[in-house]
């Protein structure tokens, strides 16, 4: 059992123990004689003192008479759609309070119900069914665990998209070691082979440096010292981070557009994301080409755009492309270097600061990343830049 459904259930016990002490106060010391004086049936009002203790209770909560009837249902349990009125919608609980009602034993399950939010078809809810007192009562607790499951199933593939990333650079090294040791006696296959050995580590390293970078910005903690970050500066000190392997290839690296706008966050972060699109892009552009980084004010963002003159992505990848290890040619890209994490890492640098990234692309005719971020202040207001943007080859 997890640490969150342990703590769950831990949850549940308590309440249930609570409420039980509260029902055996109000339903076997003192309520028959109460419920007689003032016609009520017994078991058809709430005891004193159980609602208060429902109203704290971060879970869905749901009290049902003896007829299945909604006494009391907190506010998340309408919220998710398990309560209309004074019935419970959801037919698997139903079905577990009165199994409950009939044996006294407490009941626990995971169910599906129709997904509440935008795009989300099902809700998944661990639930724990307990009797309350003697009139047939029932106490329903319901904890949306929808998301704590999809965590757990990303980390899974992370985890196991991971061993086979690296299984790749380390076995390689493995074997060159091998082949460098039986050619001991031949120093050009020797040197030939240390080098591809350090091709082999660089990529290896560029990997780690790439998985800690995704882990600390998926880790959805708030940036820790935001401030305004110039968007200058950023693109300058990007290229200048790109300038050698862009050389190497006789590719123009070429910045414009309006001057002096700002950002709110981590001047880091944003220098990482436009890193690697300018990476992206001179890895999958030909010789000779050019590679533009552009700035606008659209309203109260800013934008950044990098274009490119390379392959393009096909149609059909554009939806995966900024998955983690997602490769269009993965051929390609283990040649040029890459890790397959550059653009996860751009996607969740731009949702760090409350923006977005999109892409349009064409085979044959290059593509186009655009960052979409709030602008510092809530507009777009340029104001002098500190370093003019220039060209670099």
């Not at 209770?57 to 009125?85: E, I, N, Q, T």
């Not at 983690?324 to 890209?333: I, L, Q, Y």
Request: net charge negative.
């Amino acid at each position: 059992m997890s640490e969150m459904a342990m703590s769950f259930a831990a949850l549940a016990g308590f309440v249930v123990g609570a409420l039980a002490v509260l029902f055996y106060r109000n339903q076997i010391e003192a309520p028959k004689r109460a419920a007689m004086e003032d016609g009520t049936q017994p078991g058809s009002t709430l005891p004193q003192g159980v609602a208060s203790v429902l109203a704290v209770l971060p879970s869905s909560a749901v009290v049902l008479d003896a007829h299945d009837k909604v006494l009391r249902a907190s506010s998340a349990a309408r919220a998710f759609g398990l309560v209309k009125g004074d019935r419970l919608m959801a037919a698997e609980l139903l079905a577990l309070a009165r199994q409950v009602r009939r044996d006294g034993e407490i009941r626990e399950s995971e169910i599906d119900v129709a997904g509440h939010k935008f795009g989300q078809e099902t809700t998944n809810f661990a639930v724990r069914v307990a009797p309350l007192g003697s009139h047939g009562q029932v106490l329903v607790l319901a904890e949306d665990q929808t998301e704590r499951r999809r965590v757990e199933a990303v980390r899974r593939d992370f985890v196991a998209n991971v061993s086979h990333e690296l299984k790749t650079p380390v076995g390689a090294m493995s074997l060159l070691a091998e082949t460098i040791q039986d050619a001991a006696d031949d120093p050009e296959a020797v040197g030939r082979f240390a080098g591809r050995m350090q091709h082999e580590a660089a990529r290896l390293n560029y990997l780690i440096q790439d998985l800690i970078t995704l882990s600390r910005i998926q880790g959805a903690e708030p940036i820790p010292t935001p401030g305004q970050v110039s968007i200058d500066e950023s693109i300058h000190d990007a290229i200048d981070h790109c300038n050698t392997k862009a050389a190497a290839k006789d590719i123009t690296l070429v910045s414009g557009g309006t001057e002096g706008l700002r950002i709110w966050g981590d001047d880091e972060l944003l220098v990482t994301a436009l890193r690697n699109l300018i990476d992206n892009a001179v890895a999958y552009s030909p010789e000779h080409t050019r590679v533009v980084v552009s700035v606008r004010p659209a309203g109260d963002s800013v934008e950044i755009s990098v274009s490119d003159q390379g392959i393009g992505i096909p149609e059909e990848a554009l939806e995966r492309i900024f998955e983690r290890f997602f490769r269009v040619d993965a051929a390609r890209s283990r040649a040029t270097g890459g890790t397959g994490l550059g653009l996860a890492i751009v996607k969740h640098v731009a949702a760090a600061h409350a923006g977005e990234v999109s892409v349009w692309s064409k085979e044959g005719s290059g593509s186009t990343f655009t960052l979409r971020l709030p602008a510092f202040g809530g507009t777009a207001v340029a104001v002098p830049p500190s370093i003019p943007l220039e060209t670099a080859q």
